[in-house]
């Protein structure tokens, strides 16, 4: 069974600045995605990145980029110029195998970005 | 277009009591998932569509919990004898893939059940 690990259950952030989320996960899967989604407060589940497995190279969205290690089994996110609307809950995730692309969630980590 | 949505948002109801969530995927998604997030169990699968039929219901709690898909959209999880365990946020999912995999997942606003 394929597990993800968050152990950052908090972190903050002051504006403009860069903060770096974990996330680990364990799998003996060939072909896999691995997701960061973000969950404000308003409970709404916000895709910010998606990386394919076989994709050597790191997946970015603007602000947004991860730092993928395929033989160490990471995967963490980077924000740079950090906003308040980036102010939430984001949770890691893993999809791969024959499992119809059902998703494996860490535990999450609340990101607070202060003014 | 118009993103995932889910009715109602909010719901309570009392112990031993049916209820029934609703979810209206993207339009053309044949895709589908059902998921719970919960304080102690964090964020849990349930059951996934593909069409209107449901290849993995692996995460079905108990057999009180069932879930059916018509016309290949809209999806109805139903919660049969509530207990008080059963509170959570009930979220749902699609996406395009045909198979499941590699699917980006968008998700909808989810329902928080409440039971008393």
């Known amino acids: 069974a394929q597990t993800v690990t968050q152990s950052q259950p908090e972190m903050s952030v002051q504006e403009a600045e860069t903060v770096t989320l974990s996330c680990t996960y364990d799998?003996?899967?060939?072909?896999?995605?691995l997701f960061w989604y973000k969950q404000p407060p308003s409970r709404q589940m916000i895709l910010v990145i998606r990386q394919e497995a076989y994709k050597q190279q790191n997946a970015t969205e603007n602000r947004f980029s991860v730092n993928f290690q395929k033989a160490a089994k990471s995967f963490s996110l980077k924000i740079s110029d950090s906003q308040l609307g980036d102010t939430a809950m984001y949770f890691c995730a893993f999809t791969g195998g024959t499992s119809y692309g059902k998703l494996t969630f860490g535990q999450g980590t609340i990101l607070t970005v202060h003014p | 277009g118009a993103g995932v949505s889910q009715s109602p948002s909010n719901k309570v109801t009392e112990k031993g009591k049916d209820v029934e969530l609703r979810c209206d995927p993207i339009?053309?998604?044949?895709?589908l998932y059902w998921y719970r997030q919960s304080l102690g169990q964090g964020l849990e699968f349930l059951i996934y569509?593909?069409?209107?039929?449901?290849?993995?219901k692996s995460g079905l709690p108990s057999d009180r919990f069932s879930a059916e898909r018509t016309g290949g959209s809209v999806s109805t999880l139903t919660i049969q004898r509530t207990q008080q365990e059963d509170s959570a946020v009930y979220l749902c999912?699609?996406?395009?893939?045909?198979?499941?995999?590699?699917?980006?997942?968008?998700f909808g606003p989810g329902t928080r059940l409440l039971v008393l």
């Open positions: 999912a699609s996406s395009s893939s045909k198979t499941g995999l590699g699917g980006t997942q968008y």
């Open positions: 569509f593909q069409g209107n039929s449901a290849p993995d």
């Open positions: 339009s053309g998604h044949t895709a």
């Open positions: 799998t003996s899967e060939n072909n896999y995605y």
